[in-house]
């Protein structure tokens, strides 16, 4: 058989077999031949051939946790006073709480108690804790009042406002406890509503001085103060009376029971909130 010049060869054949399948001319120069793969001999009869399976790219699992939007954080407004026919329960409603208080009232202790017993979720945020996240550079306020201590508390009420912002706005309450005296408002208590939002609740706790006494003996630290500081604070704290805020005298309670008048000086304040 004759073949035109530079046409491609086709494939040898093979005894008793036909042109090989598959083949395809390769360009149009001859070059080296190069086997392809064997023939494969026809099924069975009664055999269907199985088809071959198609070639997937492996696909990522999706990812388990997503996107969560997050609604920001804007000012506490006031609470809404319940129906006449419906009696008030701090316990299952969504409150921003200050608990106010000198070095050894319990602000703390009743804080987390409360926090921990309420029927939604809850969050306890406490001025000191976030003060002391300065590590270096940290002003104490027992070494000497100055511009330093002064920026560094009024950094961390900030912070604590914008904390208890956001989780208000997602459907969290916030107790928050501070020492905030009634003779410094703008850095104080103002401070507190400026930050949070008019929907604040203040509730002062002020024990006797002999109970806030031995309360500051047994701690530690730097949280620990003189007897002459303690004291000093505890009347400060006295100009609280007559401000109109709910007073909780804790002298003779327990953590549980002043957390129990605390819900019930809370159901007054969502019936009627005071002003501040």
Not at 69 to 89: K, N, R, Y
Request: charged share 15%; with cysteine.
């Amino acid at each position: 058989m004759q073949h035109a010049v530079g046409s491609p060869l086709p494939p040898p054949h093979q005894p008793g077999q036909g042109p090989a399948t598959g083949w395809m001319p390769t360009g149009q120069h001859p070059g080296p031949h190069h086997p392809g793969p064997p023939p494969v001999p026809p099924p069975a009869p009664g055999f269907a051939p199985t088809p071959p399976v198609p070639h997937t790219v492996p696909r990522h699992a999706p990812d388990t946790t997503g996107h969560v939007q997050l609604p920001p954080g804007g000012p506490v407004p006031m609470p809404s006073a319940p129906p006449a026919t419906a009696a008030s329960d701090p316990t299952s409603t969504t409150l921003a709480v200050l608990l106010i208080g000198p070095a050894g009232a319990g602000k703390t202790s009743v804080a987390k108690y409360w926090a921990d017993h309420r029927r939604v979720p809850t969050a306890h945020i406490s001025l000191d804790d976030v003060r002391e996240w300065v590590r270096s550079g940290f002003a104490d306020p027992q070494s000497g009042w100055n511009d330093h201590s002064e920026a560094q508390y009024r950094l961390a009420r900030r912070t604590c406002g914008f904390a208890a912002r956001n989780f208000l706005a997602n459907g969290i309450s916030c107790i928050l406890d501070d020492a905030v005296f009634p003779d410094r408002p703008v850095v104080g208590l103002g401070g507190w509503k400026r930050h949070v939002g008019p929907g604040l609740l203040p509730v002062v706790l002020l024990p006797g001085l002999e109970i806030v006494l031995e309360r500051n003996a047994e701690r530690s630290g730097n949280r620990r103060l003189t007897d002459e500081e303690v004291a000093r604070i505890h009347g400060r704290m006295a100009g609280w009376y007559g401000s109109g805020l709910p007073i909780i005298d804790n002298s003779q309670m327990d953590v549980q029971q002043t957390a129990q008048v605390l819900n019930d000086v809370l159901a007054r304040s969502i019936a009627s909130p005071p002003s501040w």
